[in-house]
């Protein structure tokens, strides 16, 4: 089953863009997926188990590298978006 994860970034700092784009960067690294980024939002797309892995550990990675920041998520199962 495919799945779209539009996932917002909000970092719990002053300079917010680093985190975000290391965010990103580190989300293309998983083969596979489909991502698009927009400006309030990166959208991924791809098998759910792959997709939803990826995402988990591209936030807990994000996490170790910059500390605190708050993830919106909206999951859409079996929904191609992109």
Request: glycine share 6%.
């Given at each position: 089953?495919?799945?779209?994860?539009?996932?917002?970034?909000?970092?719990?700092?002053?300079?917010?863009?680093?985190?975000i784009d290391g965010f990103?960067?580190?989300?293309?690294?998983?083969?596979?997926?489909?991502?698009?980024?927009?400006?309030?939002?990166?959208?991924?797309?791809?098998?759910?188990?792959?997709?939803?892995?990826?995402?988990?550990?591209?936030?807990a990675a994000c996490r170790?590298?910059?500390?605190?920041?708050?993830?919106?998520?909206?999951?859409?199962?079996?929904?191609?978006?992109?």
């Amino acid at each position: 089953m495919t799945v779209t994860i539009d996932v917002s970034m909000y970092p719990n700092r002053e300079e917010f863009i680093p985190p975000i784009d290391g965010f990103i960067e580190r989300i293309h690294r998983y083969d596979g997926l489909v991502v698009r980024t927009f400006p309030t939002s990166t959208v991924v797309q791809g098998e759910y188990d792959h997709a939803m892995r990826a995402v988990k550990e591209t936030i807990a990675a994000c996490r170790e590298a910059y500390g605190m920041a708050v993830y919106v998520l909206k999951v859409i199962p079996g929904y191609e978006a992109l």
